[in-house]
């Protein structure tokens, strides 16, 4: 988002009304032809019932377009970029759920349409068998050529892991945060989060930037990691914890569950032991075990020359759609759909055409990957 647009001001005073939420902003912003136009008017939306009476007192009162222009003035002067559910460049995947973050700011940038997407979570008290795990899964999926972005918490133990093996092996990584880009918690990541930003990581949260560290911000933090992944690993975990709690709202997207196995005797893998024994994730053992079961292949490299070969007499959509595949890996054609902007139905047409081609392989599930 441009920050510095008139339109930008509206946007981020809707996203500030107190009580009003992202589900609230999304219905606002679905009966009105502008933001702008909302403030405007806002005794025709009390009217129309879109918002309450007591909604539009704190509008008035709190002075929300006042809070917007200090924001925004903020976020411009620490280089911090807003992104609103509407524009083209908010996450595909994480628009797909229903209660995404009508927005997030962020610092840094990574393109999540673009990528295998790998989320990992577990308990703060991980241990060296974690960290073992985790390195060696991240390790295995830069050696495999697995085109992958890592996303975590920055929580302590596992949370850190994760970011620290994708910085090791040079795979891009995002930490989802549970308050402002104001400070970094726990304080002991400050490197850490530093180290993010400057090899093209990304800090990303849905909080303005001064919103304090709040318990309840975590739970909700956690549905982020959940929506902009792929796959979610839970690499240990005890019986009760915060990645439980992302593991529901991953299942609720539809999104694949895998946990790392351990001794029916340590309670730090209770809950990562249950969930195998449920049902409810995949077992793994290592980056091998993942990539089979996501179907996932090495990134295909090809020559400028082959390339070049290769698109020779394709429609632009086909080179559209094979452009992605190569980035991506095998893809479901929902996600393909929503990032060519191709219906589906002709979408499904398109592929079929290419498979006889053999330019793409087609997969049980309506996955496809580039040959």
Known sequence: MDLKSQDAL????????????????????????????????????????????????????????????NQIDTCLSHKINATYYK??????????????????????????????????????????????????????????????????????????????AALKFQIPTAAVLGHGLHMIYPSTNRKLASDIIHNQGMLMTEYYYGEPVSKFNFPSRNRIIAGLCDALIVAQSKIKGGALITVEDAIDYK??????????????????????????????????????????????????????LALEGLTPKEVKIIDILRSRGQTHIDILSALTEIPQPELASILLTMEFKDLINSYPGKKFEAR
């Not at 009304?17 to 009966?31: E, F, L, Q, R, Y």
């Not at 002075?63 to 917007?68: R, S």
């Not at 990992?120 to 992958?148: P, Q, W, Y």
Request: aromatic letters at 8%.
């Open 87 to 164: 524009e083209n460049n908010y996450p595909r995947k994480l628009a797909q759920c229903s209660d995404s973050p009508a927005m997030f700011f962020s610092l840094g940038n990574i393109n999540f349409d673009l990528s295998r997407t790998v989320g990992i979570v577990g308990t703060r008290n991980a241990d060296a068998d974690c960290k073992n795990n985790i390195f060696s899964l991240v390790k295995d999926l830069k050696e495999n050529d697995i085109n992958a972005i890592i996303i975590s918490g920055l929580a302590a133990g596992a949370d850190s892991f994760a970011h620290q």
């Open 255 to 308: 999104r694949d569950v895998f946990a790392f196995p351990g001794r029916a005797s340590d309670s730090l893998y209770a809950g990562c032991n249950n969930l195998i024994s449920t049902g409810k994730a995949s077992l793994i053992t290592s980056a091998e075990d993942l990539q089979r079961l996501m179907g996932w292949t090495k990134t295909k490299r090809k020559t400028p020359e082959q390339t070049s």
């Open 10 to 69: 509206y946007i981020v005073a809707l996203n500030m009304i107190p009580g009003v939420g992202s589900a609230g902003v999304k219905k606002i912003a679905a009966n009105t032809q502008s933001e702008k136009y909302f403030f405007e008017n806002l005794d025709e939306f009390v009217e129309k019932k879109v918002i309450s009476e007591e909604i539009k007192k704190r509008i008035i009162n709190g002075k929300v377009l006042d809070m917007a222009k």
